[in-house]
């Protein structure tokens, strides 16, 4: 009786515990179920937003020489087209290129791809021709280099493709070698699930077996784990994957999520960004053996990189193509003539990590003030900037190169100098060029942003322009008095500014005052018209930190960085007017939808007649003054306007100046702030001048106001004077604002003039 009872309770037990096995069971399969659909079916993807630089735009008498364009090719990863004349080619002979440009969607539309004829004539492209109709091209754009992009948090990258874009070719030997039942399973292959149970017995670990579905599953939903419970996991998802979803979005989903190459610190995934990163072109035009390496990779994409292992990834494309051949997606003529087909990879993989980080650091930093931060890592932005690429190399090349050589020739430490380069268009404040360091592919700490340094005589010019917006007080002619002075202020030392030539100068006129830097002159006038006028003139210009109102502030005490300084002399060289400095020109959504545009902000802070005068006086100290040297590397016919600065011990050395179409700042400095012994001429204007001298720039020709007058004056006394004077100058005023009384040599002149005059009447 009690025998009968025992077996009666335990298979009641075993009935409840069957049923909540089950029960439980259902649950993981329902929750699995809501998992695979919900992110199946949401945003699957968070994508980067990609950076690109400008597009390079060819017109009949565009300034640019032949080997300029070259570069530019290259850059773009464009190859030698041989004889087949393919999107992304070019041939040169001479100062003739063919080029076959690449499609691209741009902001104002797509631009299909051309085969375009450019001919040159010296440093100027002569004529642009439409290779397929002969008719004249007025305007025609290459697609942009890419420089960067901002990643989500786990550095994944990938090109989304449609299935119908990925080559057939390419799906067939997917299939030949991943997953041969595929389109007859249900999203587990029984016969792969007994192989890897057997592997797994013998203790081999969780091996194989594993469907293309069941591959997604695991790279999409799961982690790397191996073990027996993800394992089932895995196979649950497959099935319910199978069961909501078509085969063909299945592909789809797994063509742009498998991982397939590491690049730095950026994952490559997809077919469609691995066909850039190995081939530099799009998915669509792989080839048959393109296509099987792809395939190949899928394996192990470390163990197979082509670019580290050449001989495993043609090993392993090799038999891709045998498994193609045996399965008959390929003939024995194509397996043949594919085989004997080399890598085809592209010795240098695109940019995707930034080349130029610096300045992708200052795109990203002036889109956070328009999106969220996780907007601009997910939803796939493109983002095109003003950076030029030409420009870019020219600064990096001048900065790294001149370090070098000032390291040796005053026996510096190797790598110890540092550097930072700002230029931007001197009209529209678009940022052409901005290099970080002397590392320019550093991510970390960007000087041109971030470092604070005394910015000495720099500041000067802000002095003279002020006092310049006085022209009843003050004119270039004005003397200013160059003598000691010794300045006494409540609860500070007393402070005796000196001129870096250890001399005073009694009285000098004030555009030579400027034009050789001299402080006692400039510290007099600045307190004169008053620390805090000249401080808050500095904010008019551009720069929004607060400065201090010390009398050393006129001496450039107060840090600032490159960038800063930039915006400042960026509303000099406009012309008077305040150009807020920007990097980015347009945003597009991941269909290439407009979403924003960063139209021109302009605002004038300075009126036209004392923009004109303080430009003069700036072309002054290249001519005559303290960057004089510059014209050893520039035509003096370029008219530039400059400014050298050098701080206290020789810290730092500076240079800022301007041409008829670039704005360039450099700073020179070490990290640990110690003494350099170079000054804003032997230091930073060397490189400004390397760089500049590379980009061929504008002459600088200011249109002259219609208040502006050009009188003859006595360079000595700063009175009236002509042409016949020794040393008389011809300098801009402001009208009514020139020397009124004649200069001794004017008036003994004009005395010999008259008695010739009545000697010739008597006669």
């Keep these: ?327 008959q997606a390929i003939t024995q003529q194509q397996y043949a003539t594919a085989r004997a087909t080399g890598l085809g990879v592209v010795e240098q993989a695109p940019g995707g990590t930034s080349l130029y980080p610096a300045f992708v650091e200052l795109v990203h930093r002036q889109l956070r003030r328009d999106y969220r931060e996780e907007d601009l890592r997910s939803e796939g932005l493109q983002i095109f900037s003003s950076l030029d690429p030409l420009a870019q190399f020219a600064a990096e090349r001048a900065l790294t190169t001149r370090l070098t050589q000032l390291e040796k020739a005053r026996r510096i430490p190797q790598k110890a100098l540092e550097g930072a380069i700002v230029v931007s268009n001197a009209q529209n404040g678009e940022i052409q060029v901005l290099v970080g360091g002397r590392n320019t592919r550093y991510e970390g700490f960007n000087r041109a942003l971030d470092t604070e340094r005394p910015v000495g005589s720099l500041i000067k010019p802000v002095i003279y322009l002020t006092a310049l917006e006085h022209p009843d007080a003050y004119t270039l002619a004005t003397l200013l008095d160059d003598s000691p002075l010794v300045w006494r202020e409540r609860g500070a030392a007393d402070w005796e500014p000196h001129n870096y030539d250890k001399a005073f100068h009694g009285q000098v006129p004030l555009r030579l005052a400027l034009a050789n830097s001299y402080n006692v002159s400039s510290v007099r006038l600045g307190l004169s018209l008053g620390v805090r006028t000249v401080m808050d003139n500095v904010r008019r210009l551009g720069v929004e930190r607060d400065l201090n109102t010390y009398a050393s502030s006129l001496l450039g005490a107060d840090g600032l960085s490159p ?100 704005l360039a700042v450099v700073w020179i400095g070490r990290d640990d702030n110690q003494p350099i012994n170079m000054t804003g001429a032997s230091g930073a204007m060397t490189v400004w001048g390397d760089m500049m001298a590379k980009l061929d720039p504008e002459p600088l020709e200011p249109p002259r106001p219609d208040n502006i007058e050009m009188v003859w004056v006595d360079s000595t006394t700063g009175r009236r004077a002509d042409d016949n004077c020794q040393g008389a100058v011809s300098l801009p005023f402001i009208h009514g604002s020139a020397p009124v009384e004649t200069a001794p040599c004017a008036a003994a002149l004009q005395g010999q003039s008259i008695k010739n005059w009545f000697k010739r009447l008597f006669e």
């Design 1 to 327: 009786m009690f025998e009968k009872l025992r077996h009666f309770v335990t298979r009641k037990r075993l009935r409840l515990a069957l049923l909540s096995l089950l029960l439980m069971l259902s649950g993981f399969v329902l929750y699995l179920d809501i998992t695979v659909r919900v992110q199946f079916e949401g945003k699957r993807w968070a994508l980067p937003a990609r950076v690109y630089a400008r597009p390079l735009e060819l017109y009949p008498g565009l300034k640019l020489r032949p080997e300029q364009l070259g570069t530019e090719l290259a850059m773009l990863g464009y190859r030698d087209a041989g004889s087949q004349l393919d999107p992304g080619s070019f041939r040169q002979q001479r100062d003739e290129f063919i080029i076959a440009t690449r499609p691209f969607v741009f902001w104002d539309g797509a631009q299909a791809a051309q085969q375009l004829r450019a001919d040159f004539d010296g440093s100027h492209l002569r004529s642009l021709t439409d290779l397929k109709t002969e008719k004249p091209v007025t305007l025609a754009r290459l697609d942009p280099l890419l420089i960067g992009g901002i990643y989500p948090a786990h550095n994944e990258d990938r090109v989304l493709v449609k299935l119908n874009e990925v080559p057939p070719l390419l799906i067939k030997g997917l299939i030949a070698v991943e997953d041969r039942q595929f389109y007859t399973h249900h999203g587990v292959d029984p016969r792969g699930v007994a192989r890897a149970l057997v592997t797994t017995l013998r203790g081999a670990g969780v091996q194989g077996g594993s469907t293309l579905t069941q591959q997604l599953v695991k790279n999409f939903f799961l982690t790397p784990e191996r073990t027996l419970r993800r394992k089932f996991t895995e196979m649950i998802m497959a099935q319910l994957l199978e069961l909501h979803y078509s085969k063909e979005e299945i592909l789809e989903a797994y063509a742009n999520e498998i991982y397939l190459g590491q690049d730095g610190n950026r994952a490559i995934h997809g077919f469609g960004l691995a066909s850039h990163f190995y081939f530099n072109r799009p998915l669509s035009q792989l080839d048959l053996p393109q296509a099987a390496l792809l395939v190949g990779l899928v394996k192990g994409p470390s163990y197979y990189d082509p670019r580290r292992h050449s001989a495993r990834a043609m090993s392993r494309r090799n038999l891709v193509l045998e498994e193609m051949r045996q399965q």
């Design 563 to 662: 960038l800063e300084v930039t915006q400042m002399y960026q509303s000099i060289a406009s012309g008077g007017f305040r150009v807020p400095l920007r990097a980015i020109r347009e945003v597009l959504t991941v269909e290439g939808q407009p979403l924003q545009r960063y139209p021109l902000s302009i605002e004038q802070v300075i009126e036209p007649g004392p923009a004109y005068l303080i430009t003069s006086a700036l072309q002054g100290v290249v001519r005559e003054g303290t960057a004089n040297d510059l014209n050893k590397f520039l035509s003096p016919d370029i008219h530039v306007a400059g400014k050298t600065g050098t701080t206290n011990d020789l810290r730092d050395s500076w240079f800022a100046g301007y041409t008829g179409d670039r």
